[in-house]
């Protein structure tokens, strides 16, 4: 069912039940290390499922076999999807303590938390699945792709546990039914929202831009240099893309042109030869002489090494700078320092040694008519990282220009479409249209409500011409308070684990009363307790008033973490906690104390006053 999911289309329909089979099998495991056995099988299949065309995909880029990669890949399964063994130890722990809400609460948190302090490779959630759907992915702007993964675990938990109890009473297994259409109707209501919203942004934006994407098809560069030679290699890519180039400025008047991934191979700017610096020059008078920038991938290099790298080059003006790559790819592109060694490059001669850059960073994009307008690039692996696009969006960028070379792919068209969805989440979570192109496909045009609006086909040459409104978007709940759902995920396990720890040591204390208790029995008659009797209104009122008390101290320790520190003002932060935190605190406590009660046994009765 995973695997169906994975494959979008009315697939992602699958989504809101896939899970459903796994967690009823968990429920049937009464220790905690079955429920961890069980994990590490899902992870191993679920990475057949979903994954097993990476492995193949990495066994054949590396030349160790199709099999053999797929075999490492079932291997590290539980390392590469951590998150799976993580929900199925948490939720056994917290289902053994709570009850099936917070199970299922503590099981989602465990998952996305895990996800953000473990950040994947492919920078894959489930909860990207949902895609396909342009309603219900909306939502993504509050809280990211990971927020959608949440949600989706607590609808396949209300499913779960209505299986379960389907033969009790009918308010048993209705209340989950009712509670999960509750989570997809929120979700459709504010997609609905958003989509109108962003409508009538688009309204009032003004001219669009419009961008030439060079998708050349050229990717096997090791073998062409055998046959060509270096030099000879460098010009047809050069030519190819001059060609093309003209035709998207004099046919389709593009205001812009963005060639993919590492195209110019050789460091720009820094020339290693005489032939390197007339290349340079070449393309700094291509761009004068078409009258438009040229974004394009290259490489730089300083005294401390190379960079994977974006060049801005402007007419006449030349080169306006360099985005370096932040997100580099493991072996491929480097090695990690603590692992990386002469003797170890001896054994991985195919291992790269690109330095990262220093995030993110926003050019202005001068256009001959006279617009400026700031762009935000990516490259490849950037577009995987939420906090980057984020950091980006703060930045004042209006538009993402994502460059990739996704050749690897190109027997595996889904890990392509696969990277294609990722990078869509950046554009819904910053509201930021995206004009994206690789070497040899996909490349694309996503809109800010992260509609593909136009795309290539994998391993073809083609001119595409993406055209996006340009707005300067109201920052979004991801931009202001970042990738914040794993971390409140970790808090409530945090506080779960305090709480069990707490209860742990109330229950030794207990126990040895008890036993003191067991040597001097006393009385049943000197049985007494304080305690409280709640109609259910009154019970639903002081429950609604606790949950805004905690929800509101939770909203103001974020917005004290994780907002402007500039702004803060202790005198409002102090009416802010009397306010949400205090007295609906104190109202909670006015309705206990009104209905208060003792309950005692006397004369063999239990009675309760």
């Not at 980057?388 to 890990?415: C, E, H, Y």
């Not at 340009?470 to 970042?482: D, H």
């Not at 109609?535 to 101290?553: N, T, V």
């Amino acid at each position: 069912m995973l695997g169906l999911y994975s494959h979008g289309g009315y697939g992602y329909l699958i989504g809101f039940v896939a899970l459903v089979p796994w967690m009823l099998v968990l429920d049937k495991i009464p220790s905690v290390a079955g429920a961890a056995r069980s994990g590490l099988l899902m992870s191993i299949f679920f990475v057949a499922a979903v994954f097993g065309w990476f492995g193949i995909a990495i066994g054949t880029y590396t030349g160790i076999g199709s099999v053999t990669g797929l075999l490492v890949v079932l291997i590290a399964a539980p390392v590469l999807q951590l998150q799976i063994f993580s929900f199925a130890v948490i939720r056994q722990l917290a289902g053994k303590r709570y009850g099936p809400l917070v199970r299922a609460l503590a099981g989602a948190s465990a998952w996305v938390a895990t996800e953000w302090l473990v950040p994947k490779l492919l920078g894959d959630t489930i909860g990207q699945g949902l895609h396909p759907s342009q309603m219900l992915r909306q939502i993504a702007d509050v809280g990211g792709a990971a927020g959608l993964t949440f949600l989706l675990i607590l609808i396949n938990e209300c499913l779960a546990f209505a299986i379960t109890h389907r033969r009790e009473k009918k308010r048993v297994w209705l209340r989950p039914l009712m509670l999960a259409a509750g989570v997809l109707i929120m979700m459709a209501g504010y997609g609905a929202f958003r989509i109108s919203s962003l409508a009538s942004e688009q309204q009032t934006a003004g001219k669009p831009l419009r961008v030439g994407m060079v998708q050349s098809n050229i990717v096997d560069y090791e073998r062409l240099r055998r046959e060509m030679g270096a030099y000879e290699v460098v010009r047809h890519v050069l030519d190819t893309h001059y060609a093309m180039s003209r035709e998207a400025v004099e046919r389709d008047r593009v205001d812009a042109l963005l060639w993919s991934e590492t195209v110019y191979p050789t460091t720009y700017g820094h020339p290693k030869s005489e032939g390197g610096a007339e290349l340079d020059k070449e393309i700094r008078d291509f761009v004068t002489a078409v009258k438009v920038p040229l974004v394009f991938g290259t490489y730089d290099s300083d005294a401390i090494g190379e960079y994977n790298a974006a060049a801005f080059v402007e007419p006449v003006a030349g080169t306006l700078g360099f985005y370096r790559k932040t997100d580099l790819f493991l072996y491929t592109e480097y090695l990690p320092s603590w692992f990386d060694s002469a003797g170890l490059r001896r054994w991985l001669p195919g291992a790269g040694n690109w330095k990262p850059g220093d995030g993110a960073r926003v050019f202005p994009l001068r256009l001959a008519d006279g617009r400026e307008i700031p762009v935000m690039p990516m490259i490849c692996l950037d577009d995987v990282d939420s906090k980057l696009g984020i950091d980006g969006a703060r930045l004042g960028a209006q538009v993402i220009l994502g460059m990739s070379n996704d050749s690897w792919f190109t027997k595996f068209p889904v890990g392509a479409k696969l990277h294609q969805t990722v990078a869509a989440f950046r554009s819904i979570e910053t509201r930021l249209p995206q004009i994206r192109v690789t070497a040899n496909g996909i490349s694309s045009v996503i809109d800010a409500s992260g509609t593909i609006v136009a795309h290539t086909a994998m391993g073809e040459r083609k001119l595409l011409v993406g055209e996006v409104s340009v707005v300067e978007p109201r920052p979004t709940l991801m931009v202001v308070w970042g990738d914040w759902i794993g971390r409140v995920g970790l808090v409530f396990l945090f506080l779960l684990a305090v709480v069990a720890i707490f209860d742990g040591l109330r229950g030794r204390g207990l126990t040895r009363n008890a036993l003191a208790s067991a040597v001097t029995p006393t009385p049943e008659e000197n049985f007494h307790a304080d305690a409280v009797v709640l109609s259910p209104f009154w019970r639903i009122a002081a429950g609604m008033l606790r949950l805004f008390s905690y929800a509101g101290l939770l909203w103001i320790g974020l917005r004290t973490l994780f907002g402007d520190s500039e702004q803060t003002n202790t005198l409002v932060q102090i009416r802010m906690f009397a306010a949400l935190v205090l007295t609906p605190e104190l109202a909670a406590w006015a309705i206990m104390r009104a209905f208060a009660a003792s309950a005692r046994i006397e004369n063999g009765m239990f009675v309760l006053e």
